[in-house]
């Protein structure tokens, strides 16, 4: 059967060129104002901050158009799932939620149902839902978030599905509306796309090329932050040290450091540094402005050389460890976090041994961890592999039993001490408590009065858990 729309290509999204990237300036056509009078909008996101910012941006763009959002998918009549497909975990969940809708959409038929984020991006998973997810009417890429008017208003007159989803590098669009979920806390693009491609790695396909905001326009967000009262910036960026480099501007991620803390926002953050080219510049920033919190998050993916190689990862166990030992000494009191994949494919006992024995060496804060999970269209996906399941799961087991006792043993630090803490609200397990986090990102439970969202207060730590803190307000 002849397919009527245009699918997506991996292989297109792997081309990269040496070409700065085209800045554009978000406009919306007059006609499209006002289609979302009276109709009310749901968004549920998955994945990383990147996806979180990319909602806000989909809630920006429907607000303009006037629309509202709600509460549930019931009472919605646009739905968007903002998805993640760096594990296939991620991608059954997304698919079993849009299962799930069938019925809404059944019992509504005016319903929009819209797929977008990184499985948008994905071939074969467009292919799917074009055949078997019928109940989805839209499906936009990350490329392709302005079009959201377009692709409303289309659906709107042809009641036709709509697919537009480019598999290209990807320009730098400003000017884009964005209802941020937060009122305290901001993520801030300040580069997009990643031009690492490790080998078991989707993200490089789906977000296209490495590419840098003018520092302007990233220096005039976090200001107007400061103007509108937030307290914490996160900065985002696949590879945030990759900063500024295709700009060949002679400005790196250490430069924007020092220009975002002079903005004088209160807390200063950052994902994700790539162990590569973690330079001094970035150090000295670090180490000079005390609004950067003392957090960092650095990678490691695995203990051993040779699987780093195979990973294409571009450092070695030794290299890892000697910058890891670096920044311990120059960052003194900092918390470092890091990722683990364990079973790559063939990964020996030798190799995990060697992971285990990094997380014995750097003792890590915390660690996210993952069982390797092949992804189409990448290479490591065509690597061989002989290590069974089950294996790979004791493995987890292992490594996970020594994140925790990491994470406990330096938790231990804070007990009897008194932390600031910026406050998110509520605690989401209980509702007598207030929760948020500590400069190195610890999250803190905490008893106390007259405290809102936003504010930072000093509190006493009681009680210490491998993964939050419990505490009571300081009068
Ligand atoms: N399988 C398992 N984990 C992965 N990650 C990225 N791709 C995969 C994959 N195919 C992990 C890495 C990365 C984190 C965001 O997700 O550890 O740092
Ligand atoms: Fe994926 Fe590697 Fe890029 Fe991170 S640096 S997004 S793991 S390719």
Known sequence: MKKDYKLPSLDDARKRNRELSQKLSFKLDDKYKDIGKGKKYFII??????????????????????????????????????????????????????????????????????????????????????????????????????????????????????????????????????????????????????DKFCTYCIVPYTRGKERSRYKEDIIYEVEELVRQGYKEVCLLGQNVNAYGKDLSLDYTFGNLLNDVAATGIARIRFVTSHPWDFDDTMIQAIKNNPNIMPYIHLPIQSGNTEILKKMNRRYTREEYLSLFDKLKKELPGFAFTTDIIVGFPNESDEAFEDTLSAVEHCQFDNAFTFIYSPREGTPAAKFEDKIDRKTKEERLQRLNERVAY???LNNQKFKDKVVEVLVDGLSKRNSNVYSGYTPENKLVNFTGNNVKTGDLVKVRITEVMSFSLNGELVE
């Open 406 to 408: 990491y994470a406990n």
């Open 45 to 194: 996101t998955h994945g990383c901050q990147a996806n979180q910012r990319d909602s806000e941006t989909m809630a920006g763009i429907l607000d303009t158009l006037g629309y509202e959002s709600c509460d549930s998918e019931k009472k919605a009549d646009v739905i968007i799932i903002n998805t993640c497909a760096v594990r296939k975990g991620a991608e059954d969940k997304v698919l079993g939620e849009v299962g799930a809708l069938k019925r809404l959409k059944y019992n509504k038929p005016d319903l929009i149902i819209c797929l977008a984020g990184c499985m948008a991006q994905e071939e074969e998973t467009v292919k799917i839902i074009m055949e078997k997810y019928r109940q989805v009417d839209i499906i936009f890429g990350t490329h392709n978030i302005t079009s959201l008017p377009k692709l409303l208003y289309e659906v709107y007159t042809t009641k036709q599905r709509k697919i537009e989803v480019y598999s290209k590098m990807g320009d730098i669009v400003e000017s884009v509306p964005v209802t941020r979920f937060m009122s305290h806390k901001a993520w801030v693009n300040i580069m997009y796309g990643c």
